[in-house]
């Protein structure tokens, strides 16, 4: 079997030339004569890899100086406890914007920790729109505002930076990172997991401006306290040295792209196809208001629920595969994120218009 359009979610679909070059190196990384996999993660070949890939990140996201970076473990979940621990710096209360599945999580984990202010939420509107701005609760008193930058299972995507009013500004970028541009000065905290947009899973990206690191809660496992972290380069202890590699990986090959500004057209460009022949058709629906539409993750109604099924293997006999859409969602979800190529865009547009002729 050849490869296929991996539409998947996350894990999530690599540029297939960083695949090409992992395999090339895989026994023997540069003159080093051994696998990366192999190398300590003190010695002076990883210390390479892992300076150019803070470099390189810092580049392509144009990252100020007085921004620490961070690579960690545990995933952007581990970030929905840890945030609050690490930054609420003697504050009770911490504001949340709740725009779908991953707001919610984050808000359920955050409680555990502090005092949750439900700034606005789309619930009510089965979170196929971002409540208009004028209306959120901003609590003054609060560490900080949360909110996520894009919605991955609900497809709901913020298209500008939201004005919170004064108070540090925290985003989960996990699935639109690097998809498009952001300056990064507005923020208090950017964090995301690398397995949609960055690379393989078990890798997590925490930029924090320099003024919130140090002020965790007493008693946090030192692995967990951005500042021991800060002060060791994310090597408090054995990083995941081989997804770093990868990560640095699609970072280079984002540079070849042309960075963050030039994908982001593409990016667009892909989405508004996509949409276009959804909206064009009357078998599939796409329940999400125009304005908020997610570039990364494009979900889709059929009609008929029962046309589900014949959809799904239909699309896999045509090399289009992981379409199914979340379970608390239903019918179908295409995540198109950086590393899917516009030829896959035009495939999948050629299959969706093709079955509705045919049924
Ligand atoms: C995937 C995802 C997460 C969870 O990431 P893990 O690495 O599995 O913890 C959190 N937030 C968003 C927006 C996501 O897309």
């Given at each position: ?78 970030q929905f406890s840890l945030i609050p621990q690490n930054i609420l710096n003697?504050k009770t209360k911490a504001c949340y ?9 984050a808000i359920?984990d955050a409680k555990a920790v502090c005092e949750v ?25 609060a560490a900080y505002?949360h ?23 925290v ?18 905290l ?25 002020h965790a809660a007493?008693?946090i496992?030192?692995?967990f ?135």
């Open positions: 079997m050849s490869r296929v359009y991996n539409f998947s979610a996350g894990p999530s679909a690599f540029p297939e030339s960083v695949l090409k070059q992992a395999q090339a190196e895989l026994l023997e990384w540069r003159d080093s004569g051994m696998s990366v996999m192999e190398m300590s993660h003190r010695g002076k070949f990883f210390s390479l890899i892992a300076e150019e890939l803070e470099a390189d990140l810092r580049a392509l996201m144009a990252i100020p100086s007085n921004y620490k970076v961070l690579f960690l473990q545990g995933g952007a979940s581990a003697g914007v709740n725009t779908g599945a991953w707001s919610e999580k359920q202010v439900v700034s606005a939420s789309g619930e009510s509107g089965k979170f196929t729109s971002i409540p208009d701005l004028s209306s959120w609760a901003i609590d003054t008193d505002l909110y996520t930058s894009n919605e991955t299972i609900h497809g709901v995507e913020f298209q500008t930076i939201p004005d919170s009013k004064g108070l540090t500004l985003s989960d970028m996990s699935s639109n990172i690097l998809s498009r541009e952001f300056d990064v000065s507005q923020f208090g950017i964090y995301a997991g690398t397995q949609k947009n960055m690379g393989p899973a078990g890798v997590t990206v925490v930029i924090v401006r320099e003024d919130l690191v140090g007493k008693g496992p030192p692995v306290d951005y500042a021991q972290q800060v002060k060791n380069g994310s090597m408090l202890n054995t990083p995941a040295t081989y997804n770093w590699y990868l990560v640095g990986l699609v970072l280079k090959w984002l540079k070849e792209q042309g960075g963050v500004a030039a994908i982001e057209k593409r990016n667009i460009n892909k989405a508004e196809k996509l949409y276009n022949v959804i909206d064009q058709s009357s078998l599939y629906r796409n329940p999400v208001e125009k304005t908020v539409r997610s570039r990364m993750n494009v979900p889709f109604i059929l009609a008929d629920e029962a046309l589900d099924k014949p959809f799904l293997a239909a699309a896999e006999a045509n090399g289009l595969f992981e379409l199914k859409g979340h379970r608390s969602v239903g019918g179908m979800r295409a995540s198109i994120y950086n590393a899917m190529p516009e030829s896959g865009i035009d495939a999948l547009c050629e299959f969706i218009k093709e079955f509705e002729r045919s049924h």
